[in-house]
């Protein structure tokens, strides 16, 4: 079973339209993450929390706007959606919020036309 | 700001090939070095680490050195199967990383075993 449930796997979207991403862990972990991955572009740090509060943001536009209802849940808002937004973008986990393993689920492809 | 290199962005090898992946980093510090594998349709997964110089990550017959030296950290395989074909990610974490969870990734490297 997966330990890290990313709903939807995909995701339509126009210019324009505001969509939520959603990610539950079932690891335990105190720690969440988002990354993306552009096309022709490596893995992208965006967010990482710990107990639900906000640690490092690295996500330029505020159109990025994570939530976290529980200590498992971190979902992501995006606003105003552009093309180039269209990336997969990966939810992680880990036990802390330092150097250690991260779990990645398995990642919401959203497609902005 | 931290980079890491990617030298090869795919590899075709056939089974019982040795494999080689160069991968060089540049941070402030003394970063973690990470391997991180991806199949098709999922997410990242570790595949092992280093946080020394001169420490050896290894797993599933993978390894790689750090080595502060030379900056890199390539992965190796004596002998690599079709079911290793995969996206292969070096990645780091610096010291700033270390209390956010922030990992620094190459590009990426596509393997392909054939049979």
């Known amino acids: 079973d997966p330990k890290i449930i990313q709903k939807p796997k995909y995701l339509v979207a126009v210019t324009g339209s505001e969509k939520i991403l959603i990610c539950e862990q079932y690891?335990?972990?105190?720690?969440m993450y988002w990354y993306r991955q552009s096309a022709k572009k490596p893995l992208e740090f965006m967010f990482s929390?710990?107990?639900?509060?906000?640690?490092d943001n690295q996500t330029a536009s505020s159109r990025f706007q994570p939530q976290s209802s529980k200590k498992n849940h971190l979902d992501l808002q995006i606003t105003a959606l552009k093309p180039d937004d269209s990336a997969t973008y990966f939810c992680a986990s880990s036990q802390s919020n330092s150097a250690e393993t991260l779990y990645f689920g398995s990642g919401t492809r959203l497609t902005v036309l | 700001g931290d980079s890491v290199t990617q030298t090869e962005g795919q590899v075709a090898l056939s089974e019982e090939d040795f494999l080689t992946i160069h991968c060089n980093y540049s941070?402030?510090?003394?970063?973690?070095l990470f391997w991180y594998v991806q199949y098709p349709g999922e997410g990242p997964q570790l595949l092992f680490r280093a946080s020394r110089d001169k420490e050896k990550g290894s797993s599933r017959g993978f390894e790689a050195t750090y080595d502060k030296g030379t900056t890199s950290f390539h992965l190796r395989k004596a002998s690599v199967q079709e079911s290793d074909s995969a996206v292969y990610y070096c990645?780091?974490?610096?010291?700033?990383?270390?209390?956010?969870?922030?990992?620094?990734f190459g590009h990426g490297t596509i393997l392909r075993v054939h049979p």
């Open positions: 690891l335990g972990h105190n720690a």
């Open positions: 990645a780091l974490s610096d010291q700033f990383g270390a209390n956010t969870g922030k990992l620094t």
């Open positions: 941070a402030s510090g003394y970063p973690t």
């Open positions: 929390y710990s107990y639900q509060k906000l640690m």
